[in-house]
């Protein structure tokens, strides 16, 4: 994650995830899941440590390209994937 990695005091611990798998008629086959995890952040006022955790929903749409992208719910976010197996390393 490299737009996190600037704000972290460590990048020592573990986050947890849930997914499931869906197919949709209108949007088409779906990831939707959370993840949740414990940050130690760098404090912007006294620049020390500090635990914050977090946790995020989302729901992905498999993409195979541009045009699949086009008119997608706001809802959901793209997942490219370029043959019929999804590594989930990837997400």
């Given at each position: 994650m490299p737009r996190l990695t600037p704000l972290l005091a460590s990048?020592?611990?573990e986050a947890a995830f849930t997914l499931s798998f869906d197919r949709d008629p209108r949007h088409g086959n779906l990831v939707c899941?959370?993840?949740?995890?414990?940050?130690?952040?760098?404090?912007?006022?006294?620049?020390?440590?500090?635990?914050v955790a977090v946790a995020q929903d989302f729901r992905l749409r498999l993409v195979r390209g541009f045009d699949e992208?086009?008119?997608?719910?706001?809802d959901l976010d793209p997942l490219w994937v370029e043959e019929d197996?999804?590594?989930?390393?990837?997400?």
């Open positions: 990048c020592e611990g899941g959370r993840v949740e995890a414990d940050l130690v952040l760098i404090c912007q006022r006294c620049l020390g440590p500090q635990r992208i086009e008119g997608l719910p706001d197996q999804l590594d989930l390393r990837d997400i």
